[in-house]
Every structure is written in C-alpha cells, then in structure tokens.
C-alpha cells in the first residue's frame, strides 16, 4: 500500500507531460486535416451532386441575420454549461481566478473534433501548468463534463423522439451503447483487473498511476454534482438543436414554430447516428443522416436535396467548425499560462 501511496506522489516525475502533448499535438493536427478533407469531400460531392450554378444560387439567397441568431445560440449554449465546470473545479479543490478558468473552460472545445472528445484532456495540462495541480486530480472533471453532455443530449434526442414518435426504440438502444465506455470510468473492478494483470508492463506504469489518482479523486466530486450538471446540460443542448431551424429559415425556407420539435429530432438524431460510429466530429454518417432527415420531412416545404445539401453544410460548419474555431482562439490565450512557473 505504502509503494501505490508514493507511486501516486512522484506521478508527475514519471509521466512526460511535455513528450505526451507534443505527440497528442501530432494527432489533433492529424485529425483536423482528415476531417477538414472529409468535410470538404462531402461539401464536393453535394455540390456536384445539385450542380454548381444551383448551389451558389441557393447559398446566396443566405440571411445573415437568421444565421447570426444561430451561432449565437450555439455559443450561449456552450456559455451556460460553463457554471457546471466552475462546480467540478470547486469539488475537486482546484483554486483557479475566475476570468482564467472561463478562458480554461473554452479551449476544451478546440478538441471537441478528437473521438469521442477526450482531446478535451488537454486542459488538465494548462491547470496543472498554471497551478501546479496534477493532471489525475482533474481529469475526474473532463470525463463528467463529457458524461454529462452526453446525458443532456440523450435526455433531449430522446424526448423529441417520443413526442414525433419517429426512432424511440433506437435512439434508447445507440444511447445504451454509447454509455458503456462510461462503465469503465465510472466503476473501479475493470480498471483494477487490468492493472493486475498488466502492471509487470514498466511502459503501462504512468497509465495505471493516473488511473489511481482518477479514481481516487473522482469521488470528491459526488452524486449530486450530476444533477446539477443537467440543469445546464438539457437547456444547452437544447439551444444548440434549436439552432437548425434558424439555420433552415436563413436559407428562405418558411417553416413555423410548430415544426420545431421535429427539427430537434431530425438535429439530435443524426448526432446520435453519427456518435455510433465513433469518427471525429461524426463526418460523413451525420451529415448524410441530417441531409436525408431534412428532406423525409421538410420535403414538402420546400426542402429539396439542393437546399438540404446547403442547410447540411452550413449546419455543420456552425455545430462543428464554428465551435472549434472559438475553442482553438482560447486554446491560443491559455497557452500562456504553460510557461507560467509553477
């Protein structure tokens, strides 16, 4: 017991945070590039596809201030979650001025294109730069931020599932599969298990002294901080839905406000479509779910695969490149504190 004690208090003399995030930089860059092309390759194909003179057209007619309205609601979307994070920090005794935090809190989602968004990790990096915390003291608080995103999400695709009663049944069932990598973060046994039979590996040695300080941290945070978490989470993922129909009226499409809760289902369900498949940013399978949802039940106001296509793409650069955009502009500002001296 008195060797895993002082394992766990020389973690950082181990563990190479530098020589990790070079290479994680190596990854992310890579990542970025192959989803930038990918994304590119389904704007072409979609263009091709409709013809070019048809696309521009359309892509023309765009209303600036519809659009507007729908970055906005992304971005107060990702602002509301952010009492959530000051909470995790609080229960986890991570002292951090507040401006500093907020500016910590949104470079998380210059990571959210990684798989399954665990590039959100890198903040426990620039907290323990700035502050000397360790990366196993934090980390408890990137995996709830995550879980309970996705908490808030499930709660949203499923409600709207039921009230268009269109894909109940397997939006619970993608949502169960989706959460079994959480039963390993959550529950000790099988992180136990593999260390004992894998802890004779030297190079395994820095994973399994994180480990232990995850799970030991973890707890402070408690059960109760989950359903705060919701409070902000529902609501947030709520607006971030929410802003497809704007996007869809930026394009001249008149839809009234009744259509809304079937254009929460058609955002949320071709998320849930694409998180299945585990591809960063869910390229290419959400997308072509949004683009045929769009068309299945707006069809007959208007929405034709050309004006689909066009809402498709800009929906994604507003979900997906906008949000990178304004996380990697944080990423940029906290990077500073990486040379600060602990």
């Not at 004690?5 to 003399?13: D, E, L, T, V, Y």
């Not at 945070?17 to 930089?25: P, T």
């Not at 009234?256 to 949320?268: D, K, L």
Request: charged content about 15%; some cysteine; proline content about 3%.
């Amino acid at each position: 017991m008195s060797e895993g004690i002082a394992s766990i208090s020389n973690i950082k003399k181990s563990v190479d945070y530098e020589r990790r995030l070079r290479k994680a930089g190596y990854v992310l860059i890579t990542i970025l590039a192959a989803s930038a092309v990918i994304f590119l390759a389904i704007s072409i194909l979609a263009i091709l596809n409709e013809g070019v003179p048809k696309f521009i057209a359309t892509v023309l007619k765009i209303n600036g201030f519809y659009y507007s309205i729908a970055l906005l609601l992304i971005f107060s979307a990702y602002l509301l979650r952010y009492p959530k994070w000051e909470m995790y920090m609080k229960r986890l005794g991570v002292k951090i001025q507040r401006r500093k935090n907020f500016w910590i809190y949104l470079s998380m989602y210059s990571m959210d294109i990684t798989p399954g968004r665990w590039g959100r990790a890198i903040v426990s990096y620039t907290i323990n730069r700035l502050t000397g915390v360790k990366f196993g003291r934090t980390f408890p608080a990137i995996v709830t931020d995550i879980f309970t995103d996705f908490l808030g999400f499930v709660i949203i695709c499923l409600f709207f599932s039921f009230l268009v009663h269109q894909y109940l049944l397997e939006s619970v069932i993608i949502s169960l599969i989706l959460m079994l990598p959480f039963v390993f973060l959550y529950h000790r046994g099988p992180f136990t298990f593999i260390k004992r039979k894998l802890s004779r590996f030297s190079r395994l040695r820095s994973f399994f002294e994180v480990g232990d300080l995850y799970f030991k941290n973890n707890k402070r945070l408690g059960g109760d901080v989950y359903w705060y978490s919701l409070l902000y989470t529902v609501p947030s993922m709520f607006l971030n839905a929410l802003s497809l129909y704007f996007i869809i009226l930026s394009f001249g499409v008149s839809l009234p406000p009744i259509y809304i809760p079937a254009i929460i289902f058609v955002f949320t369900s071709s998320l849930l479509l694409g998180m299945i498949t585990g591809i960063p940013a869910n390229l290419g399978v959400t997308d072509a779910a949004l683009l045929g949802f769009l068309v299945a039940f707006f069809g007959s106001a208007g929405v034709d695969f050309g004006v689909a296509s066009v809402i498709t793409i800009f929906s994604r650069m507003a979900n997906v490149w906008f949000v990178e955009l304004f996380g990697f502009i944080a990423l940029l500002h906290t990077m500073k504190y990486w040379h600060k001296k602990k």
